[in-house]
């Protein structure tokens, strides 16, 4: 008899063990991968979170940067703006008494929304003219300073070249 009784506590022991395997497989693994899903959302969900409060804290500083580029565009208006680009290089060029030798203006649609006023400029002058010319370009609000190289002309340094590569930008143009 208590070889049947041993036989019993092991068959026992084998469903039982059987039946946490089983348990584990259906209940336990699901709900720890269910854990370790919701923990890898929660951790992403985190993280939006904290980027959307910190552009909340720059929401300002966003707008008042999006508002100075706003003002400071071109007009709309393609030959309008191309004009006021060549004004304003005239402009620069009578403050500086430099002599602007060309002028080239180009458009680079960027995307339909803007686009940008692309004009090299080439002039020549002395350390004063060279100088006075790009801080003009500088100050100027609606206008960007890309590039620009200085040669010298002579051999003393005297007479120098000067190459601009000067940008507006355009929003929401209007071809005609």
């Keep these: ?13 084998a469903i039982g063990l059987l039946s946490l395997y089983v348990a584990h497989l259906v ?6 991968g269910s854990w370790q899903e919701r923990s890898r959302r929660i951790t992403a969900l985190r993280r939006q979170v904290e980027g959307g409060e910190r552009l909340a804290r720059q929401a300002r500083e966003i707008h008042d940067d999006w508002d100075n580029v706003r003002t400071n565009t071109l ?5 309008v703006a191309e004009q006021q680009m060549l004004k304003a290089v005239d402009s620069w060029a009578q403050q500086s008494r430099i002599s602007v030798t060309a002028i080239t203006p180009q458009r680079k649609q960027e995307s339909e929304d803007f686009l940008s006023i692309v004009c090299r400029v080439d ?9 006075r010319m790009l801080y003009e370009v500088e100050q100027a609000r609606a206008f960007k300073l ?5 040669s010298a002309r002579d051999n003393a340094g005297q007479q120098l070249a000067l190459g601009l590569q000067v940008s507006g930008l355009v929003l929401n143009p209007q071809t005609q």
């Design 1 to 13: 008899m208590p070889t049947k009784n041993r036989q019993q506590g092991l068959v026992f022991a």
């Design 27 to 32: 209940l336990v693994a699901p709900l720890i």
């Design 75 to 79: 007009p709309a208006s393609l030959p």
């Design 123 to 131: 002039a020549s002058g002395n350390i004063a003219t060279v100088s």
């Design 146 to 150: 890309e590039s620009f190289e200085i």
